[in-house]
């Protein structure tokens, strides 16, 4: 494309093109541009088009345009061609600052991005001039010009706060301080000379901080990763004047705005983070400017006010106070009991006070209150910063700020004594003093798990918690409830058990708080006590003790769910599963309604599924309804069938992606109740479970593995008669899996359950191909995974069929493959197996090998034996993997990944683990011991021989060990 | 380094249980960038001679100051290159007097003058003691300069004049000729060997002996130190172990000027491959190192530390030596010094040995070691910190589970969490690493329960779930891998989504001929 007029006409029509609403003229117009940005000259014409161009809309568009082509197109990846030619390049990096730096803001935006991507490819090395460029600006005195260039060694220089240190990287700061520096801190000092004499001049204040703000955010790259001997050298001048513009204030600067933090603020919380840096990584070298700047940041917090503007310098401020308060050498600046006092006075009880925000919050914003309140990210709230400081000065001094702030808390509850209605978040301000004050470790899980025993946490809770919670109307004081219910939630580990037996009434009346924020509280602390553990892993609060309240707070439950606001509430949701688990039978009286309810909601939240883990609960509450309902009464899962299937139908039916999971898991649930055969209206469906359109979804492997599973279990016999046209799709299926290095395990659950409850004669066709695909995948794209499953089903498939079938099949695939099979694959890898009933399967595999298979006798295969038995040894003598699982109640689910990995997995329709030789073999190692025995007196005098020619002295005395204990000898 | 390539690092360590001690032990870091000062407790290159009072009196009775003062540089340039002997020593000395003079002296002006060649040549002058002194001392403070400086000097020619100058009858043009060597040597690694390939060391080691004063002494080991210094070569080994047996000796000296001087030369030979820290081993000088890193005086302690803390980057053997020397019962006061810069030493010294083997580490337990390194991680400055951590890292992944659970009992997870706010990528990537061998270990035991409450509580979890944002990948990424492992909730990490074949699911396979 050549630079001429013609071009850039067609270009203005085309970039036009690509603003018009209707896609039809859109996308060709963007195809077009697509198509020639590989030509020459391409990004020049839209340079000039930015700067030339007479429409300003297309002066926006030519810039965003070019910004997207630089970005996509500057780097040069290895092996791939360069999609900008040479001479383009020169020219954008000749033309591009000054451009940028005579365009107005919106276009220099664009432009100044532009830089920095070329700047983090071509800087330093090929772009050298770059910096000498952009330094001789300073020089300008235009501040526009200054801002640009300000702006633009921001985005190139702020890489340095993260990237590890490296030569190329040093050498790239190095180059950067030695050309950047001494002009940067000459810009600085003029800067602020230039704010004392436009100190009345607000439209240049306001150009002046924005440099300000962006040289201070330039001091903390430059001085991230070590301390430059240049700002070694300079600290004084910039300190100090950082100190002073933490003093500095101008009416000109503030703004009546209340929720956008202004220029001032901006910088003075740059200059926050500047000390802080420089506090921690450079004290030796900062120690003696470090106590006036602490002087200074607490001036600043007495001084500046509650609005919302404020918050990120305040939060700011107060965490640079409390990672200094910490520190053994700056002790002395916090250790006089006046200093104490007033920080504790002016710094944190101010930022703890309950403010119009937060109540805008607690009563428009619920969700994001709860959010921020209780899971805790508050991370840069005044509070949680006041809160850090509390505990950060609790580090050298627990007793004397304990001292001061029970006189506040007494205090702020006598105000609200006086007057509750007015006063009352004085309370509030009691509370939260007492609960930072008070916790110094605590988990989402167990709450508070230390306190400072210098408060007295019960009494607290006695004397001022439960009188709110006792008083007649749940609906008065919300915010005083909410904070009682948070209270018991936090200390629960620390409130007396017979305290939290009171409080539990008291809980569940409050699920029927109009506020969204108290009955959710309500419900989260209730889900919280029934998860305490008592001795010996049970529930700290039984069932027994909550027979008195069961109706009550299951009715109160889900009305709670009907509130305004909560129809999906979560944490009454969850609230409901744990109330299931804990009350176990004493639900049953309650099913008929609670079920009618579950599937009404079900029905209602299948429209258009939106809380992830509010749906997750609710299957979960069904499952256990189900387990605890057909555990006592087998025949109900009949009734549970005729209320869940219309629903499900319509959810399979409707394609409800993120129920189709949890659905087949609770069809495995209701179809494992069955105790005789098969329902028809299952099999009925069984055709459709084979689609695959079904097995295409990831996330529906694992539970349809699982049906499957339990329509084998149940109704393998059915399937055989009356489907046995269908065999071929279930295999394909397995096939399918199999072929998945990610689901091959799945694939083999699936073929142990046809194997074992398949009728042999009814797959007798499929069984050689069935090992010769597995054959296949062992030999192109074997796992340690795949290598497993293989082990255990080959011993499954022998404890089935017997050893001899399972020679016979192998050698009949290829001649002496049982022998490499034995050799290849069993006896390296069979330590490989972990499980218990998994090895327990192998090792019964084997001993019908060792024992039962006469090959192994008298062909070449018997050099095999003592090997395969000494592999078998090595089997039962390895450490037993024995983590126990978690028992199911105390399973904790909120934190599953759920639509993420599009299966989520229900805790309460857990498949119980099936062991195929249970009842055959108790004890394998005895097993074994026997069959050795069984096979010596068939050929008296064989196995001794073999014994003492070959195997290992250690396994030998195992093996007598187990001789020993089945109390047989060998012939 | 354990942490750079992720993938086989750790490979590595689950097949060896991170016993790799190469891997894991960091050699002192090649830093040729430096953004900061250069370091105060650095032994000084070169130095150049200021007026020393008793010289001018005893050597130099003769000369008038006044005289002197009025020599312009045209004088100097026209009496250096005339013939008169007398006028030849006077303008010498007047040039000597500007170079030594303490402010500001006009080295590149003299160098311009273009009379180094002649000064040289004065050096030779055997007949003429005064003249060769002062062209030595002259010479002397123009090599103490930039490197150009010393390069003037060099390409003038003084490198063999001054070696032989080293046996001269005159002890104090000896003496001055050791200094100026010793300039040379300093400057970089290639007039170092040009030294050593002119024969510099056999006629500097004859001037040792038990009679040679302690001045003199002190210059002749700070130009053996300066012969042992640079890398990029290193030194030559022959060379070295020429040199070693007489710092051996210096370093039993009396004077602790000799002793540090002597002290850095052996921290230089051992500041490079496994080798070279042998041959230094093989002297058996290792527990005398030890013992002076027990000295209070800084200038002593500080090479000497330099020099174990390197011999503890070689091979388990090497370390083991420097264990069976005592290095472990010492550490601890260093761990706890005054000073940050030993501080800082002292940990990465400890970072390496417990890099070793899970015997090593034992060693470390029983001497006490983990209490001053838990309180070095709680309250060291940043930098001593960051080493600390390296150590805290190392330890849990060469340490046996019974090893890293005595690690964590001694208090060593809050204040490691704490440094997950450390400004610096690095540092909190070798955390992230080491929480992850902690939930190994753990997993090992059956308590990951116990350890993930452990982290939250101490808000390591806060802080790692912060780290899920952090604008270095690597860092968010193991942040992000911890959190999904340990803090999580149930798993269901083998169920990530696979390849699909086509569509259709017909039962059929081909046979083909099997080999495993």
Redesign the interface.
């Known amino acids: 494309m050549e630079l001429s007029d013609a071009n850039l006409q067609t270009l203005t029509e085309y970039l036009k093109k690509t603003l018009d609403p209707d896609p039809a003229i859109r996308r060709p117009a963007e195809k077009f541009l697509e198509s020639v940005e590989g030509s020459q000259n391409y990004p020049l014409l839209l340079l000039t088009l930015l700067e030339k161009s007479q429409e300003s809309v297309i002066k926006v568009c030519a810039s965003v345009t070019f910004k997207n082509y630089i970005k996509r197109n500057w780097r040069i990846v290895e092996d791939e061609p360069n999609k900008i030619c040479e001479s383009d390049r020169i020219a954008i990096k000749a033309n591009i600052v000054p451009l940028m730096l005579s365009s107005p803001e919106q276009i220099q935006k664009q432009l100044s991005d532009a830089i920095s991507i070329i700047g983090r490819e071509d800087f330093p090395q090929k772009w050298p001039d770059l910096l000498t460029e952009m330094v001789n600006r300073f020089q300008s005195g235009d501040f526009h010009v200054i801002n640009g260039v300000l702006r633009t060694a921001h985005s190139l220089f702020k890489?340095y706060?993260?990237?590890?240190?490296s030569?190329e990287l040093?050498?790239e700061?190095?180059l950067v301080?030695d050309a950047f520096a001494l002009p940067l801190t000459n810009l600085f000092k003029a800067t602020i000379e230039l704010c004392s004499t436009h100190a009345n001049d607000a439209s240049a204040l306001k150009v002046l901080f924005s440099s300000l703000i962006l040289i201070a955010k330039l001091f903390y790259s430059l001085n991230?990763?070590?301390?430059?001997?240049f700002f070694?050298?300079n600290m004084e001048t910039w300190m100090t004047n950082f100190h002073s513009l933490l003093t500095l204030d101008n009416k000109l600067l503030q703004t009546d705005d209340e929720e956008e933090a202004g220029l001032l603020e901006l910088l003075k919380s740059q200059i926050c983070d500047n000390a802080a840096?420089y506090a921690?990584?450079y004290?030796?070298e900062f120690q003696p400017y470090l106590p006036r700047f602490v002087t200074a940041i607490w001036n600043l917090l007495v001084t500046t006010g509650q609005e919302v503007k404020y918050d990120l310098l305040v939060s700011n401020a107060i965490q640079f106070l409390a990672?200094v308060c910490e520190?053994?050498h700056y002790k002395h600046l916090f250790e006089d009991q006046n200093t104490l006092t007033s920080i504790c006075e002016k710094v944190i009880v101010p930022n703890m006070e309950f403010r119009a925000a937060d109540e805008e919050a607690f009563e428009d914003n619920s969700e994001e209150y709860i959010r921020r309140d209780l899971e805790?990210s508050d991370?840069d709230t005044r509070r949680r910063a006041a809160c850090d400081l509390v505990r950060g000065l609790c580090k050298f001094f627990e007793g004397p700020v304990t001292g001061i702030f029970s006189g506040y808390v007494n205090s702020m509850l006598q105000e609200y004594a006086k007057n509750p209605s007015v006063n009352w978040k004085h309370k509030d301000a009691a509370i939260y003093l007492v609960t930072s004050l008070a916790s110094k470790?605590?988990?989402?899980?167990?709450g508070i798990?230390?306190a400072n025993e210098l408060v007295n946490l019960t009494e607290f809770f006695v004397n001022h918690i439960q009188p709110d919670l006792k008083s007649a109307s749940v609906n008065e004081f919300p915010v005083l409830k909410a904070d009682g219910i948070k209270y018991i939630m936090i200390f629960r580990n620390q409130v007396p058990k017979e305290q939290l037996l009171i409080s539990i009434p008291l809980l569940i009346n409050h699920l029927q708080a109009e506020s969204i924020v108290v009955h959710t509280y309500a419900a989260h602390a209730l889900e919280r006590l029934f998860t305490m553990r008592g001795t010996n892993n049970t529930t700290l609060i039984t069932a027994a003790e909550m027979a008195p309240f069961v109706e009550v707070l299951l009715t109160n439950l889900f009305k709670a769910l009907t509130l305004p606001g909560s129809s999906e509430n979560e944490y009454i949701m969850k609230a409901i599963m744990r109330s299931f688990s804990l009350l176990q039978e004493s639900i049953i009286p309650y099913i008929p309604s609670v079920i009618t309810q579950l599937t009404q909601k079900l029905l209602a939240v299948s429209k258009n599924p939106s809380k992830p883990h509010f749906n997750h609960y609710m299957f979960e509450s069904i499952c256990l309804s189900i387990r605890i309902t057909c555990k006592a009464n087998p025949d109900a899962v009949g009734s549970f069938e005729e209320a869940l299937f219309m629903v499900f139908t319509e959810i399979l039916q409707n394609d409800v992606q993120e129920f189709i999971p949890y659905v087949f898991q609770v069809m495995s649930l209701l179809l494992e109740m069955h105790k005789n055969e098969i329902p028809s209206s299952y099999m009925a469906l069984f055709p459709h479970l084979?689609q695959?359109?079904l097995?295409?979804r990831?996330g529906n492997?694992?539970p349809l593995v699982r049906l499957l599973q339990a329509y084998l279990e149940r109704g393998a016999n059915t399937i055989a008669s009356a489907a046995a046209d269908k065999i071929?799709?279930l295999?394909?299926?397995?096939?399918?899996l199999i072929?998945?290095?990610?689901?091959d395990?799945q694939g083999f659950y699936l073929l142990n359950s046809i194997i074992e409850h398949m009728p042999p004669e009814s797959v007798d066709q499929?069984r050689k191909?069935i090992f010769?695909?597995l054959?296949?995948r062992?030999?192109n794209s074997k796992t340690t995974?795949f290598i497993k499953s293989f082990l255990v089903f080959i011993n499954l498939y022998c404890i089935k069929y017997g050893a001899l079938a399972l020679q016979e099949i192998f050698d009949s695939?290829?001649p002496k493959?049982f022998g490499?099979?034995l050799e290849?694959?069993i006896i390296p890898e069979i330590q490989k197996v972990s499980g218990q009933v998994e090895k327990k399967i192998c090792a019964v595999g084997i001993t019908k090998i060792l024992t039962e298979c006469p090959p192994m006798m008298d062909t070449e295969y018997t050099k095999l034996w003592t090997p395969l038995l000494q592999a078998l040894i090595g089997l039962f003598e390895l450490p037993e993997d024995?983590?126990?699982p978690?028992e199911e109640h105390f399973?904790?689910?909120?934190?599953?990944?759920g639509y993420q990995?599009?299966?989520s997995?229900l805790?309460f329709a857990g498949k119980k683990e099936h062991d195929p030789v249970g009842q055959m073999v108790n004890n394998p190692r005895i097993h074994l011991a026997q069959s050795l025995h069984k096979l010596s007196t068939a050929c008296p005098g064989r196995v001794p021989s073999m014994l003492s020619t070959s195997l290992n002295a250690e396994a030998l005395q195992y093996l007598q060990g187990y001789l020993q204990a089945a109390s047989v000898t060998l012939l | 380094m354990p942490f750079g390539n992720e993938q086989s690092e750790r490979m590595k360590k689950f097949k060896n249980k991170g016993k790799d001690a190469t891997a894991l032990r960091r050699q002192r870091m090649e830093?040729?960038?430096?953004?900061?000062?250069a370091k105060k407790d650095e032994q000084i290159l070169k130095r150049r001679s200021i007026v020393f009072s008793f010289v001018d009196e005893s050597v130099s009775p003769a000369e008038n100051k006044n005289e002197m003062s009025q020599l312009s540089l045209e004088d100097i340039v026209e009496a250096v290159n005339g013939s008169n002997a007398e006028l030849q020593l006077q303008a010498t000395q007047a040039t000597r007097r500007m170079l030594s003079r303490q402010k500001d002296p006009p080295i590149n002006q003299i160098i311009d003058l273009g009379i180094i060649p002649r000064l040289v040549e004065f050096l030779t002058h055997a007949d003429n003691a005064p003249l060769q002194f002062e062209a030595a001392w002259a010479l002397t403070n123009i090599a103490s300069g930039t490197s150009d400086h010393t390069k003037a000097v060099v390409d003038g020619g003084a490198i063999p004049a001054f070696i032989s100058l080293l046996s001269s009858p005159h002890m104090h043009i000896s003496e001055q000729s050791v200094w100026a060597l010793g300039n040379i040597a300093g400057d970089s690694a290639l007039y170092r060997d040009a030294l050593i390939n002119c024969n510099v060391i056999p006629p500097l080691l004859a001037l040792v002996s038990p009679a040679t004063p302690v001045e003199f002494l002190r210059n002749i080991t700070w130009t053996l130190s300066n012969l042992c210094r640079n890398k990029n070569p290193y030194p030559p080994l022959d060379a070295m172990k020429k040199v070693l047996p007489v710092l051996i000796c210096l370093m039993k000296h009396e004077d602790k000027e000799v002793i540090s001087d002597s002290c850095w030369a052996v921290s230089y030979l051992t500041d490079g491959s496994n080798d070279r820290i042998q041959i230094v081993v093989d002297t058996g000088i290792l527990p005398r190192l030890v013992e002076l890193m027990g000295r209070p005086e800084l200038i002593v302690l500080t090479p000497a530390l330099r020099a174990i803390g390197n011999v503890v980057t070689g091979t388990d053997e090497q370390t083991q030596a420097a264990i069976d020397a005592g290095v472990l019962a010492v550490l601890p006061r260093l761990l706890r010094h005054a000073k940050?810069a030993i501080q800082k030493e002292a940990a990465w010294t400890l970072s390496n040995i417990a890099a070793g083997p899970s015997r090593q580490i034992q060693q470390l337990i029983t001497c006490g070691l983990l209490p001053p390194l838990v309180e070095l991680l709680d309250?060291g400055?940043?930098k001593a910190q960051k080493e600390a951590v390296w150590a805290v890292a190392n330890f849990t992944t060469g340490g046996t589970v019974e090893q890293v659970v005595e690690l964590v009992q001694s208090g060593v997870l809050k204040p490691l969490l704490n440094l997950l706010?450390?400004?610096?990528?690095?540092t909190i990537?070798v955390i992230l690493d080491t929480i992850s061998n902690l939930f190994r270990a753990a997993e090992r035991l059956?308590e990951t329960?116990r350890l993930s409450?452990l982290v939250?509580?101490?808000?390591g979890?806060?802080k790692i779930e912060?780290l899920q944002t952090?604008?270095?990948s690597?860092?968010y990424r193991a942040a992000l891998n911890i959190i999904e492992k340990y803090?999580?909730?149930?798993e269901?990490s083998?169920?990530?989504?696979?390849?699909?074949?086509d569509?259709?699911?017909?039962?059929?396979?081909?046979?083909?001929?099997?080999?495993?």
């Open positions: 890489r706060r993260h990237e590890f240190k030569n040093w050498t700061i190095k301080l991230f990763q070590d301390l430059p001997e070694e050298d840096l921690q990584k004290d030796e990672s520190r053994q805790g991370i470790a605590q988990t989402q899980k167990h798990t230390q084979l695959p359109v097995w295409e990831t492997i694992p071929p799709g295999l394909g299926v397995f096939q399918k072929a998945s290095k990610a689901n395990h499929y191909q010769i695909l054959f296949q062992l030999q995974k695939i290829q493959m490499m099979v290849k694959i024995n983590t126990i978690d399973i904790d689910i909120e934190d599953t990944p990995t599009a299966f997995q805790a | 830093v040729s960038i430096e953004l900061r000062k940050s309250k400055d940043l706010l450390a400004k610096d990528s690095k990537l059956g329960g409450m939250e509580e101490l808000d979890l806060e912060a952090h604008d270095n690597m860092v803090f999580s909730g149930e269901n083998d169920l990530q989504p696979g390849t699909s074949q569509g259709l699911y017909d039962f059929s396979v081909e046979k083909q001929d099997f080999n495993f």
